[in-house]
């Protein structure tokens, strides 16, 4: 499955409506630690179909990064059910990125 582009005007049907796990990626162009992490989102997203996966980009979409909270960048969300379930700041490496999902 590819990743999708969440938006404020998606994001309840994506994220909180979601049959599955949905990790949420919020990022920026500009970050350095963003892009870093951006290819192992994308491999999750590839190899497991039992999740769903999404970004967000905060300069596009700062009505969502303000409901979240978001003052730092890059910010992993798992939400579950609809809630959030489990989140990590910064920079992880794939290993800690599954483990979110646990």
């Given at each position: 499955m590819s990743v999708i582009?969440?938006?404020e005007q998606n994001f309840e049907q994506e994220v909180l409506q979601a049959d599955k796990p949905v990790?949420?990626?919020f990022w920026?162009?500009?970050c350095g630690p963003c892009r870093m992490v951006g290819p192992f989102v994308e491999q999750i997203a590839g190899e497991r179909g039992d999740i769903k996966v999404g970004k967000v980009n905060v300069d596009e979409e700062p009505a969502l990064a303000a409901q979240f909270g978001i003052m730092s960048i890059?910010?992993?969300?798992?939400f579950k059910d609809g809630a959030l379930y489990n989140k990590a700041l910064g920079a992880q490496p794939k290993s800690k990125i599954l483990e979110l999902l646990n």
């Open positions: 582009t969440i938006t990790l949420v990626d920026a162009p500009w890059p910010m992993l969300m798992v």
